[in-house]
């Protein structure tokens, strides 16, 4: 009892502190884009003016706006599938260090663009904020999985998208025309984001590498164990050492794992499908539709100051994140997705009816406005803070770099699908378009429900052996004949573990819960 109290020390907290900083920036760089959206439509036409005597015809603008946008992702999937490369070369903490540069020439870029006349700059700007942001989505979650205590996992876990929640709030708080979303002020806006980049790259010199990273990828026990005993305020750190060298010994007796091994492999084709499905829940249930165009979906629904209901919603995001935080090692991660997608789906009813009927009766701008609400509070009880986190879990020591790069692309991929196509979507659908999330949820929910282990309590190889020995049960799904599941992480966890083969039964019983 005394080391479980122990667990949650000084160094750990400033630890995970500092890298959230990095999911402070993906959230502020997410966000950033919206408020001033007029005003950067309204630059690029002077500017294309002033070089060609004409302005831009709505198709241009709307397509080079929508570029604008979806830029970002395109850099987010090319740095989240360069993760790999630097955690394996560079380590996590050190690569978290490097990848700052990134932000420093994107926020310039940005923020000098208009002073230099170029909205090529930046459209560059937003590429290269891109590639950092992608490559911080998958280094955050990943340092903290490995730094944490395997029963505060899931919790800290979910402080990666409380950061990006706190920075999608910040870019629309500083986004108000008062602030720094005006005419002037627009690039400040946009090139704030170098001054976390600096504090980050100050502080994390003074927190740990991954103990896990220089054990197992490092072989170098002596500089774990002494960081484990900070982290862990206990000089007892047996239990963590000796889980990570049991995940070191099967690491040896693997060959390397690439991205294609991760699905020809049987033993990773069921985990990684399950990574890029969650990835795919998240990005496909139209949040980012949200958080992209949320002051023009508010306007269409005659709300007279959207950016304020905006800001609503950003308000709302952030509470029920903290709300996950505390949910998500009691309720477990399965659980709390599929609560997250059938609210989620009800509320683009709502929005969907809201939008309609607004034209007719025009009290049902409010209904709007409370189903964006719940839309966002139901994405932050699962489909948000769960995916990021849950793919580190999936997978051992090994693996996890291929897999958080397949999974983090997957994400950005979509993200870029979204951002790019939503607006003309908008245009083909009008008030119908959050029908079509309404499907995808739908889809979501039913592979959950049938193919989503829970892992909550379980140590990374617990998880890993599941997985080796067959397939997840769904909610209630009694276990074939012949067939037995991972012990519950405790007498009320009802949600039975990944199968394992008969034949590997004896040493479930040994497995670290």
């Known amino acids: 009892m005394e080391g479980e109290k122990k667990q949650v020390t000084v160094p750990l907290l400033l630890a995970v502190s500092v890298a959230v900083i990095g999911s402070v920036q993906f959230g502020y760089n997410t966000g950033v884009i919206n408020a001033p959206e007029k005003i ?26 929508s570029f604008s946008v979806a830029i970002f992702s395109v850099g987010g999937m090319i740095g989240s599938f360069s993760v790999g490369v630097f955690v394996n070369r560079f380590g996590r903490r050190n690569s ?26 930046l459209i560059v700007g937003r590429l290269t904020i891109g590639l950092f942001c992608g490559l911080s989505t998958g280094l955050v979650p990943m340092y903290i999985g490995e730094i944490s205590p395997t029963s505060l996992r899931g919790a800290f876990g979910t402080l990666h998208q409380l950061g990006v929640v706190i920075g999608i709030l910040i870019a629309q708080v500083f986004g108000l025309e008062f602030i720094l979303g005006s005419q002037s002020l627009w690039p400040v806006l946009l090139g704030l984001t ?66 294609p091994e991760l699905f020809r492999s049987p033993s990773y084709r069921q985990p990684i499908i399950i990574a890029i499905v969650l990835q795919l829940s998240q990005q496909l249930s139209g949040i980012n539709a949200v958080f992209y165009y949320s002051t023009n ?26 709300v996950s935080l505390f949910l998500v090692e009691r309720a477990g991660r399965r659980t709390l997705h599929l609560v ?42 699962g489909p948000g803070p769960i995916p990021w986190f849950i793919v580190a879990e999936l997978f051992s020591q090994g693996p996890r770099p ?23 979507v908008q245009v083909l659908c009008g ?69 394992l083969n008969t034949e590997e039964a004896p040493n479930a019983s040994l497995s670290k819960v």
Not at 299 to 319: D, L, Q, R, S
Not at 455 to 482: C, Y
């Open 40 to 65: 950067i439509r309204q630059f690029y036409n002077e500017t294309l003016k002033a070089r060609t005597g004409e302005f831009i015809t709505d198709n241009l603008s709307t397509t080079l706006w």
């Open 431 to 499: 008030d119908y378009v959050f029908i079509i999330f309404v499907v995808f949820l739908a889809l979501f929910f039913v592979f959950t429900f049938f193919r989503v282990p829970e892992t909550r309590g379980r140590t990374f190889d617990d998880i890993s052996k599941g997985f080796a020995g067959g397939n997840s049960q769904g909610a209630g799904s009694p276990a074939p004949e012949g067939v037995v599941t991972l012990p519950p992480s405790s007498p009320t966890e009802k949600v039975p573990m990944v199968q």
């Open 402 to 424: 291929a897999a958080m790069a397949v999974a983090g692309c997957s994400n950005w991929t979509s993200n870029f699908i979204v951002g790019l196509g939503f607006p003309y």
């Open 96 to 121: 978290m260090l490097i990848v700052n540069v990134l932000a420093v020439i994107g926020g310039s870029l940005m923020g000098f663009s208009k002073l230099a006349a170029s909205f090529e700059m």
């Open 297 to 322: 979906i508010f306007e269409a629904a005659g709300v007279k100051e959207p950016i304020y209901a905006t800001i609503g919603a950003g308000v709302v995001n952030t509470v029920f994140t903290v």
């Open 194 to 259: 170098i001054i976390p980049a600096v504090i980050q790259s100050i502080a994390l010199p003074f927190c740990p590498e991954s103990p896990r990273f220089l054990l197992i990828n490092k072989n170098q026990e002596e500089k774990a164990t002494e960081i484990l005993k900070k982290l862990r305020g206990t000089a007892d750190v047996q239990q963590d050492l000796q889980e990570m060298k049991d995940e070191s010994l099967k690491m040896m007796q693997e060959k390397k794992v690439t991205i």
């Open 340 to 381: 997250g997608l059938a609210g989620m789906a009800f509320c683009a009813v709502l929005m969907t009816i809201a939008l309609t009927l607004t034209s007719q009766i025009p009290s049902m701008s409010y209904l709007s406005i409370i189903a964006i609400f719940g839309f966002v509070a139901f994405f932050e009880v």
